[in-house]
């Protein structure tokens, strides 16, 4: 469990990836910063939304594809459940296709980054999505905005 980030809550995380290895390692990255803490781990989208009813997070760092419930759906449940309006949904893929970050924008999620973001940018994706903000891959955003301006 991580230490206290001096004048600010500790903001509680749930990984929800089917890969062990993923979710071990991003347990272990979130744990080590101050201010931040892991409340739980969910290998399907099933267990995600089972274990946000349950542990509360502020925020829950999403897989897009997992067994039994896929991402999108789990961020559906966990967006549109009234006792859960305060945890914030960042999705994490591989993938970068449009239909995704499109079905993950309608499903609720406040987020979508890249596995293979910086650390820090995933981290600074957790704090602001607990602070009530967005964060977009910067890719991902700028196919965003040239689709809006389109």
């Given at each position: 469990?991580?230490?206290?980030?001096?004048?600010?809550?500790?903001?509680?995380?749930?990984?929800?990836?089917?890969?062990?290895?993923?979710?071990?390692?991003?347990?272990?990255?979130?744990?080590?910063?101050?201010?931040?803490?892991?409340?739980?781990?969910?290998?399907?989208?099933?267990?995600?939304?089972?274990?946000?009813?349950?542990?509360?997070?502020?925020?829950?760092?999403?897989?897009?594809r997992m067994p039994d419930g896929d991402g999108i759906e789990a961020t559906r449940h966990i967006t549109g459940d009234p006792g859960l309006r305060d945890t914030g949904v960042v999705v994490l893929s591989m993938f970068a296709l449009d239909e995704y970050v499109s079905a993950a924008l309608r499903a609720g999620a406040r987020g979508f980054l890249l596995k293979d973001a910086h650390p820090d940018q995933l981290l600074d994706a957790i704090r602001r999505t607990h602070a009530g903000e967005s964060l977009f891959a910067p890719s991902i955003l700028t196919r965003l905005v040239t689709h809006y301006l389109d």
């Open positions: 469990m991580s230490t206290e980030w001096p004048g600010h809550p500790t903001i509680r995380v749930l990984v929800a990836d089917d890969q062990q290895l993923l979710r071990h390692s991003l347990a272990i990255l979130i744990d080590g910063t101050p201010g931040l803490t892991v409340v739980g781990q969910a290998a399907t989208g099933h267990d995600a939304v089972a274990l946000t009813r349950e542990r509360r997070p502020d925020v829950v760092l999403m897989d897009i």
